[in-house]
């Protein structure tokens, strides 16, 4: 198989939860597990860490792997969803995984593939695995998929589980509350594996507890360590703030080039978690922390996160889906000098509108819209739904379309933001 064959045969013989929804879930580890042990383990022959969380996950694995990358580590990242290219979701070093590697892998297991039908996710994850044992990587970088507990990543035994936050999120897989995800997320945890809590939150603390106390774990919360108050944008564009460790500054002016004001937790979640990387004897220099954190884009690839597209007018898209995610960053553009607001939205058919609706401004023009791909919401169904919440606008019958239609009306002073779904913004990165 050439390589257009090839992902034609993982996008259309494997189930694809991004794509298909429901239909791609399996409940259960057993195909991963087959399918690992038909290649030959490869988990058990590279150190990882494990990283589940609502939000959050997939920015703290990147600024994870760019810091160790920079401290002389080889390093995997593996991550999902792709934005753009299927080979995004696994790097070594930041280095994309070759053409060639995954015809070989799939050409190599194709019988046993077809004969397994592993859903495409835990295609991805043994694939993954396997190069990051093929490379002998010091340590790999995991996040996992939506969940946890029966996420296919969760054969690995990490040096360190990392969980960043829970929100309501895929509620028809993980539960309806805050406390049922996070009785999930904490699936995670291993036995006498330290675990790294992003975010302090009521509902999920006894839950904690609860596993890592049978785990034998030693359970930190990261917000208790290290606390930014604020944070301010640099004249080069750049995410600047102060850290602090109780009423001592700890990090005095670290600089992001990941600009989204949600960041400042990430960035708490990181520096605990190279705390117990050192307390592990990894070597991760203060200096290079502040060097890393002012290119993790270009370092690891990292897309889609409060990610400025265009000026004049500014475009911004963020992958943020759920209402967390949603609330935070309209939180930030509400805090941006503009004239008239055009907000670009879609979404996927499984996710309740009624969730996100209510936290988006009535003042602003909307463009409802549809990513190409078999699960994206009717954007006629979503303008309808829209209309309960006074959020008024028109249909367009793709993101590009959208896109122009915003930019031609749309004047210097003005906002463009595009949402709501990471197909959406997908679809939108040049």
Known sequence: MDYKKTLDFLFSSLPMYHRVGQAAYKANLENTVALDNH?????????????AGTNGKGSVSH?????????????????????????????VNGKMISKKYI?????????????LKPSFFEMCVELAFQYFADKKTDIAIIETGMGGRLDSTNIIHPLVSVITNIGLDHTQFLGNSIR???????????????????????????????????????????????????????PDRMQVMNVYQGNELAYKNLTL???????????VTVLQILDVLRSLEFSISRQVIYDTLTQVKTL??????????????????????????????MTQIKQIPHKNLYIILGMVDDKNPDSILPLLPSEAEYLFTRADIPR?????????????????????????????SARSCAKKEDLIFIGGSTFIVAEALP
């Open 103 to 115: 015809i070989d892998f799939i050409s190599g297991n194709l019988q046993f593939i077809k004969e």
């Open 300 to 329: 690891t690839g990292l897309r889609g996160r409060w990610d400025e597209i265009g000026y004049d007018p500014l475009i911004i898209c963020d992958t943020g889906h759920n209402a967390s995610g949603i609330n935070e960053v």
């Open 39 to 51: 290649i030959g383990n490869p988990h058990k022959k590279f150190k990882s860490i494990h990283v």
């Open 63 to 91: 600024m994870l792997a760019a810091i160790l990358q920079r401290s002389g580590y080889k390093t995997g990242l593996y991550t999902s969803p792709h934005l753009k290219d299927f080979r995004e979701r696994i790097r």
């Open 376 to 404: 994206a919401l009717d954007p006629s169904v979503l303008k309808k739904h829209a209309k309960k919440y006074k959020l008024n606008g028109d249909i367009y019958a793709s993101v590009r379309e959208a896109i122009e």
């Open 257 to 267: 080039d990941l600009l989204g004001q949600y960041q400042r937790k990430n960035v």
């Open 180 to 234: 049922e995800i996070a009785v999930e997320k904490a699936g995670i945890i291993k036995k006498q594996v330290p675990v790294v809590i992003g975010e302090w939150q009521d509902e999920t603390e006894k839950v904690y507890s609860e596993f890592s106390k049978r785990a034998e774990s030693v359970l930190i919360y990261a917000s208790g360590i290290y606390q930014v108050k604020y944070s301010w944008m640099s």
